[in-house]
């Protein structure tokens, strides 16, 4: 039996990965807060254990109630019935299945866990459906906003104005290749205290994201296509964030301060070990796997923060055997655990079919690396400087040896991409996205004998010019008939869904032809045009 009486309610403290904060912060301090001073990241002081019964137990609780069982157990500070009811509205019928993260069995051992039926079809709904609820919760906590359950305001990194970082409201600045501007539209859409401005690259998303961005609803929400290309566009976004005279005019003028809710964010990377716990407990219940035998992960990886979840969940007591990290031809993460040196200083940049995983620095890998080394900051501040002036870093031996322990890794090239998608509906009738086939290839490769769970994180439908290539033996990046791009984002979509019997495609993209486009602007990619259209935008 579970309840949060069972156990000693604590709030935990939360660290950071370079060792420049000197106090511990909280939960709600840090996702406000997103990156610690100096540059390093959150992690909590005491990572919970929880045991086996306890996690075999949760696969009788809907999906609200086991995340809102994990958060507590992580020690979050904000009472228990807060909690329950912010994870009510992050995990309900936002997403079109009841499991909110099911698991299909697509062979005896081979179990697929399916994180794309939120909102925006992708798996970064299941962190950004959650961490704007508790972001503006936090605000709400740290103003002492009519809630009895706060304690006295502190300050934290107000060394400028004395003045709380909490009686403004916030500016959620994102830059986008495409999945994670609209997961996060959809997020923070309507929530208190938070406004959100995305900003993609002209030409650079996909018909599909693109359409799902501009035909965002919601009153605090706006979207700009730059003219220049994904680096661009960051890179102004970036010197928007580091501009002290933008951002003094913004809390003066408006009361804003700016945040990025990025994937390195505390509040993005909870989440993502709830969906593991979940997962290992739904197995259980169902007879896929006996409690307390180990199944390995597979997952399609790209900042690390979705893979690191599951190092969290093993470490926090699911039993879970290697961790399987699978890249695509931008494979700096794989060659990085094969052979413990990280480099970048001649890598080039690939655009590949699974284009959420076409990255070259993977921000989350630094949790890891501070957790393989025993929480060692100094090491982490060594690495991440030789990574900045060097493009390059390696491990030492210990560490190189305890990230074998936990992973393997491999990578898979467009074409052999293209080719698992029709392969694995060929076999087994079930329609895959392009992330998803890499992480199906490198399961196939690299697992053990015990069953593996393959991380899905993308709708088909949401990537389907290239599931189309896949089915019709068109090589990646090669035109496809002019019929389809006449026929509406949707055309192709339900053209696949008809041919292969595909069951049915996720509503809101279904009904994208028929959705006003709200957002028409573009701008420059120099930062004084991102300035120019936050404000434009603001002064409307
Ligand atoms: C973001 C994303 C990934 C990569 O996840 P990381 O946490 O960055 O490793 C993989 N697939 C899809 C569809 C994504 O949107």
New binding site residues.
Partial sequence: MISASNFKEYINTYIDTRGFTTEDTTFTRAIIQGIALGGGLFVPRVLPKLSLEEIVALGDLRYSKQAAHIFRRFGVDLPDDIIDSLMTQAYGENFDAPAIAPIAAVTEDTFVLEL?HGPTS???DLALQCLPVFFSAAIDKQRGADHSWSPAKESISTADTGASPYDSDYLILVATS???GK?ALEGFKDRNHTNIIVFYPNGGVSDIQLRQMTTQLGNNVAVFGVDGNFDDCQTAVKAAFNDKDFNDMLLEKYNLRLSSAN?INWGRLLP?IIYYVSAYAQMVKRGDVAAGSEIDVC???????????AYYAAEIGVPLGRLLCASNENRVLADFINTGVYDISERAFVLTP?P??D?LV?S?LERQLFELTGRNAEAIRGWMDDLKTTGRFQVDKDTFAKLRQNYSADWVSNADCLQTIREVYEAHNYLI?P??AVAWKVAERLRSTNPVLVVS??HWA??GTDVYRALNGIKPGEPIEESFTQAGVTGLIEHIKATYNAGSIPAPLAELNNMEVRFKDSCGYDVEDIKAAVVSWLDK
């Fill in positions: 794309w992708a798996f970064k495409g999945d994670t997961a994937s993502q997952v399609p990886t790209g900042n690390f923060g979705n893979i690191l979840g699974s959420s995983m990255i993977s989350n996205d992330h998803t994180t993308a949401k990537f």
